[in-house]
């Protein structure tokens, strides 16, 4: 494992990388952490990728400035479906893809506010996407039109995600891209992310974070689908 930093076209991120044992080659995944950054979570996910078989990589998108400052330039970016940090996502997928020990296939994976980057991101170069419980703009079609395979995972008592399942799932149909979308009944916001501290303290505090039955079954499906789509 190496925490290593990455040029991106305005600037350059911290990242953490981590490969599998032996020589490879392997697929790839970028995984992209919520709002909370780099955490000990975002680089357990990391480890489990490498585990798994994949080379992964977690780009510290709040690393390049004052951490207000580029959180607030990174909803823009949500908002507006394009800026540094689309910039930021696509220098990781080249810089897994170009690696020796890779295959070139490279899948992404998103937390909260990176599964709205794993969603915006799906038509742009990436062999497959994992999206959790991130939020979605009104008009999906046009995000979804010539997208990779997507995979979605949502709580349904999450209480800032209404229906999100339903609405992904409706338009990868129409979009005829191949999916799998699964609503977990008892998980709310942030079910597969375990955090500790503050950020455990924030989340635990609203009823939300961790959800031990459906991250565990999230993590099999999330495999088996890259492993159809990446492998």
């Known amino acids: 494992m190496a925490e290593i930093e990455v040029d991106s076209a305005q600037h350059h991120l911290h990242a953490y990388l981590k490969e599998p044992e032996g020589?490879?080659?392997?697929?790839?995944v970028v995984v992209l952490h919520d709002i909370f950054g780099m955490s000990?979570?975002?680089r357990n996910h990391v480890d489990w990728f490498a585990s798994s078989g994949y080379i992964a990589i977690a780009p510290d998108l709040f690393s390049w400035g004052n951490k207000l400052m580029c959180i607030r330039s990174v909803f823009?970016?949500?908002v507006s479906q394009s800026g540094p940090s689309f910039e930021d996502i696509e220098a990781m997928r080249t810089n897994l893809a170009a690696r020796k020990n890779c295959t070139g296939k490279v899948g992404v994976?998103?937390?909260c506010m990176g599964g709205s980057f794993a969603l915006l991101t799906a038509q742009r170069g990436f062999s497959a996407s994992s999206i959790n419980?991130?939020?979605?703009?009104?008009?999906?079609?046009?995000?979804?039109k010539g997208a990779c395979p997507v995979i979605g995972s949502?709580?349904?008592v999450d209480p800032t995600l209404p229906g999100a399942a339903?609405?992904?799932?409706?338009?990868?149909?129409?979009?005829?891209?191949?999916?799998?979308v699964k609503e977990y009944p008892n998980a709310s916001h942030?079910?597969?992310n375990d955090h500790h501290g503050f950020a455990g303290w924030i989340v635990n505090r609203v009823g939300m974070g961790h959800h031990g039955p459906s991250a565990t079954d999230t993590q099999a499906r999330i495999l088996k689908f890259f492993g159809e789509h990446l492998h």
């Open 166 to 180: 339903a609405k992904l799932e409706n338009a990868l149909e129409r979009a005829n891209v191949p999916h799998d």
């Open 76 to 78: 823009q970016d949500i």
């Open 109 to 111: 994976i998103g937390f």
């Open 40 to 42: 000990g979570d975002c």
């Open 23 to 28: 020589s490879g080659p392997w697929p790839g």
């Open 133 to 144: 419980y991130g939020r979605m703009p009104e008009d999906l079609d046009p995000v979804l």
């Open 154 to 156: 949502f709580g349904a």
């Open 190 to 192: 942030g079910f597969l």
